[in-house]
């Protein structure tokens, strides 16, 4: 006998793949039944099938053109609907900056092994563990890194961040992430993003026994495309590889609980039907998938090794330019060529922080103990670089063409400085022996020139 979300997730198995429209920050429209979409205005004085029109907006209405972002949605009822008097429920492992520091550990290079499997029931948003956050959400500014690990679906739970969009990173196992817009399927290798204020859940698609991977959740200005610069037209996160759902709707009149995130504090309303009710919408304030295994990567075809700045696939901006509120980077696969050059990542400290995590495969720079699903934390100017077997490696390998293949990190990296959870703190997979890894690089000067 199947439970209830059981039956639902082999009735979601059964349907159809999402259908999706291609760009990045398009101006789209899409109905999910003919004339639902009104033409040439946004608010007749009735709608088609008795719909409700509604704005969303994701930028304040004076916005310039190019940053302005908002959607209409025709929708079973008016979002008041999926609202009403909220009560006060408590995610104690989801953070918000600024967070009180409950934890005694000192400064320090960390490194954790992935987030153990849940050892009871949970959906999505139970499962979120907050690592760190930076920044302060009340202003706007900054981000949180969490991971997630569940196992059951949200059937009847709902949920929106009025604290910033999610920038969601499965590591194992795909996800469907149904939004009030659209359901997106996202495996591993694909990364998808709820725009703030809307309404989603998520269910699990495959079989696993763990659903796992990161977020970030940026509380900033929204998440953008890098502009290229001299690399000029083409190349990096090319804008038709983004994906936005087409619309999709829950016709459903049953008790659903709607779930809110609103200034670091949790609220739930019970209401008596879905609110992923929208059933046609045109607008550019939507959500994405995008597969990292599109990113065309450019990088040193000569000699010495560029900023991983050339990796990043998306940028959120602070205001003051080329200084980042959170860029979302990837390390693909790639081809590495440069001549008399030390291969990997330099020994660096950077004024940025940077929160890595790994999908598939192995980290250049850490050949071992960075494992898929595990996270590492490389704080404002905290010293840190390949590991002491990898500078061995890379100082002493014949430099012929070499690919890395089967390799996908990422790095959160922000401007200001991440704190860490108590969560992360005592988290069982956190590695002791982490700054080990660096103890084999003794001095080797003697005073004397030549190439030691
Ligand atoms: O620290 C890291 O592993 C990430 C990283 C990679 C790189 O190629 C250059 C700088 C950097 O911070
Ligand atoms: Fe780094």
Redesign the pocket.
Known sequence: MLDHSEKRRAMDAGQQAPAYMPGFGNDFETESLPGALPQGQNSPQKCEYGLYAEQLSGSPFTAPRGTNERSWLYRIRPSVRHTGRFKKIDYPCWKTAPHVVEHSMALGQLRWGPLPAPSEELNFLEGIRTMTTAGDALTQAGMAAHAYAFNVDMVDDYFFNADGELLIVPETGAIRVFTELGKMDVAPSEICLVPRGMMFKVIRLGEETVWRGYICENYGAKFTLPDRGPIGANCLANPRDFKTPVAAYEDKETPCRVQVKWCGSFHMVEIGHSPLDVVAWHGNYAPYKYDLKTYSPVGAILFD????SI?TVLTAPSGEEGTANVDF?I?PPRWLVAEHTFR???Y?R?IMS?F?GLIYGR?D??EEGFVPGGM?L?NMMLA???DFSGFEKASNGELKPVKLDNTM?F?F?TRFPQQLTRFAAELETLQDDYIDCWSGLDRKFDGTPGIK
Do not use: L, Q, T
Not at 305 to 308: G, K, L, N, T, W
């Open positions: 090794h560029p900023d991983p990796f980077v390390f990997p990542p330099w660096h950077n940077e890595m980290y720079a850490k590492s490389h840190h670089g390949p990190a790095m990296e």
